[in-house]
């Protein structure tokens, strides 16, 4: 059983548990394509390697750390970098402490991220002045991580219109505009009278 999520909120704590995580399968449904050959055996996935005629089916490919010098080295062994060389500090899980309750963001805010987990809640006692302020439409932000790790998402807790309390997690959306950076001009289209159209045809090119 997951731990739950603890919030601080005006100085009370108030114990979440997450009762289901919501996927797209559960809402609308999904289908699976099944590739069979022709007498009818299904088929599975294999990886071609570079020399271009070996397979590798499932299972047999892995991810490993070299060094540099081409020996292996233990995950434990290595030391997380940001861009700029420095090292990076492990963020913790956020289930392992309280978490306070104290930024609310506007529903702008909530819609520049990428949600992409999302979890029903149930609070272990009911909270009034919590409970006003989610139905008032307040979004209240928080860093989440569940496992720890060497980034943390944007987690959001907020009350769904059927009631239900939920938990989003998501990353800011990164939206890059391409094109010119000014639109580019457009001749006033003119009239042609029928005079100028007339003065336009030479008939003395006409034999």
């Known amino acids: 059983m997951a731990k739950p999520l603890i919030v601080d909120f005006l100085g009370e704590s ?11 399968s559960k809402l609308y449904g999904y289908v699976e394509t099944e590739v ?11 990886t071609l390697t570079g020399d271009g005629h070996s397979l590798v ?15 292996w080295r233990k995950k434990s062994e290595l030391t997380p970098l940001d861009i700029h060389g420095q090292v990076i500090t492990p963020v913790q899980p956020t289930f392992a402490a309280p978490v306070a309750l104290e930024r ?13 987990l999302i979890y029903r809640l149930t609070p272990d006692k009911e909270h009034v002045a919590l409970q006003r302020k989610l139905q008032g439409g307040s979004i209240f932000q928080f860093t989440f991580s569940y496992r720890g790790g060497l980034e943390a998402a944007a987690g959001f ?42 003065d336009m045809l030479d008939f003395s090119l006409v034999d």
């Not at 108030?14 to 797209?24: P, S």
């Open 14 to 24: 108030i114990h979440f548990t997450l009762v289901e995580k919501v996927e797209r």
């Open 36 to 46: 069979v050959d022709a007498t009818g055996k299904r088929c599975e996935l294999a």
């Open 57 to 71: 089916g499932k299972g047999g490919t892995a991810i490993a750390y070299l060094s540099p010098s081409g020996l």
């Open 104 to 116: 609310t963001v506007s529903i702008d805010d909530y819609l520049a991220h990428n949600i992409h």
């Open 157 to 198: 807790l907020l009350l769904g219109a059927d009631g239900h309390l939920f938990l989003c997690v998501g990353t800011p959306t990164a939206i890059h505009f391409v094109g010119p950076k000014a639109a580019a001009s457009v001749a006033a289209k003119t009239e042609t009278t029928v005079a100028e159209e007339d």
